[in-house]
């Protein structure tokens, strides 16, 4: 009987380790896959929209103006990310674009040189638009990371389009709709 456990247990440890060498190997090659997060976290779990995570930042910082908007994947979930400035400080804050929660947010005291200039959300185009656009734009794969910001004067989203082998970055004028640049990263 002896025998016979000990030919288990070491056989239940041998098992084991190649489950954690496999985990392990299986770890380093999806940290260098540009779809890691995108295979965690999936946009049908976006269920806040932009204008209620956008309701919920100014309901947290009155009268703050928004600078720029991110919503990509944090691990398991997608995230917005808002920045934002009243006329003392700039304000940041994170909400699970899955519950609407914010999960955290920063205030700093404004610097006389910080640039801040807000975004007109009325005339942007949304950001399912911006998606389709750049998703075109690239020929494959699908929009994993959105910023709606201010770039050099002009209001720009920036799309990162995302297939197997490699990575578009895709900017959309998110006035009138042209494709300032797409650049692929493989």
Known sequence: MTKQHSLKSR???????????????????LATSPTVNAAQAKTQDIKI???????????????AK??????????????????????????????????????????????????NSALDLKKTISRKTANKLAEREAKQGQGQKWTLENDEGKQIWEVEVVDSSQTTEVKINALNQDIISSNVDH
Request: hydrophobic share 30%.
């Open 11 to 29: 056989l239940v440890r041998l098992m084991a380790v190649t489950v954690l060498t496999t985990s392990a190997i299986g770890g380093v090659s």
């Open 49 to 63: 929209s932009q204008k209620q995570a956008v309701k919920k930042f100014q309901k947290e910082f009155k009268n």
């Open 66 to 115: 928004i600078s720029e908007i991110t919503l990509e994947p944090k691990g398991n979930r997608y995230q917005y990310q808002i920045d934002g400035f009243d006329k003392e400080q700039k304000h940041t804050a994170a909400i699970n674009a899955k519950t609407g929660k914010i999960t955290w947010s920063h205030s700093n005291k404004l610097d006389k040189d910080d640039g």
